[in-house]
């Protein structure tokens, strides 16, 4: 069964430095979102992306955060400065096209821990 | 904004059934989706309701009221498996999702 991939699984950085989280979503999605969870909290949404822009973005996405896809099959969320309280486990999602039942399913990756010192 | 209410904990025993409720306040409202997450494991896709009534997927099955904003995820024969948190979460029309604050299930023998 196709899946969503990230790497690294656990990333550990300085605060201040940058970061690059990669996903992969599965292959026929189009629609990818960025959601982050800090460790004992609910998930909350940073981002979907689709047609090779923002499709919708939250409060929690400033311009510390931004998204791109720089080829066919990867989805990247890049950090700039980090901060402590950007530790959290970051989660890619992503669903299918547009006008099919399924598109509401939103299918999670694995999740990369980031943990800033 | 979205806000979403669920309980924080149910604990059970193995074989019986639970119901976990979650009611909502939207801003834009376009279904209801449930979600396992296991202790350090990703949000797993359960069910989804666009429509009032009932959804049922083998022993879970989740209901809608958009009238009501209220929902709730019925899990039936229960397994120790089942022990994790459980997540209603409301999508609006863009695809966002507005994940509530959880439900932990604990199943006990």
């Known amino acids: 069964e196709p899946e969503v991939t990230q790497t690294p699984s656990h990333q550990v950085t300085q605060m201040g430095q940058e970061v690059i989280l990669r996903c992969v979503p599965i292959?026929?999605?189009?629609?990818f979102y960025w959601y982050r969870q800090i460790l004992g909290q609910k998930v909350e949404f940073l981002v979907s992306f689709y047609n090779n822009e923002i499709s919708e973005k939250s409060e929690i996405f400033d311009d510390q955060f931004s998204v791109e896809r720089p080829d066919g099959s990867n989805f990247t969320l890049k950090i700039r400065s980090t901060k402590l309280e950007d530790s959290a486990m970051y989660f890619c999602?992503?669903?299918?096209?547009?006008?099919?039942?399924?598109?509401?399913?939103?299918?999670f990756g694995p999740g990369t821990r980031l943990t800033v010192l | 904004g979205q806000s979403l209410e669920q309980p924080s904990e149910v604990t059970a025993v193995e074989g019986a059934i639970v119901q976990i409720n979650c009611t909502y306040q939207?801003?834009?409202?376009?279904?209801l989706s449930w979600y396992q997450q296991h202790d350090g494991g990703a949000p797993t896709f359960l069910s989804y309701n666009g429509l009032d009534g009932l959804e049922e997927t083998g022993r879970f099955s989740s209901f809608l009221s958009r009238s009501d904003s209220y929902g709730y995820l019925l899990l039936q024969e229960l397994q120790m498996k089942d022990s994790a948190s459980y997540f209603c979460?409301?999508?609006?029309?863009?695809?966002?999702?507005?994940f509530g604050g959880g439900t932990r299930l604990m199943v006990k023998p």
């Open positions: 292959s026929n999605h189009l629609y």
């Open positions: 979460a409301v999508e609006d029309a863009g695809n966002m999702l507005t």
């Open positions: 939207t801003s834009g409202f376009y279904g």
């Open positions: 999602a992503s669903s299918e096209p547009p006008g099919l039942k399924t598109r509401d399913t939103q299918y």
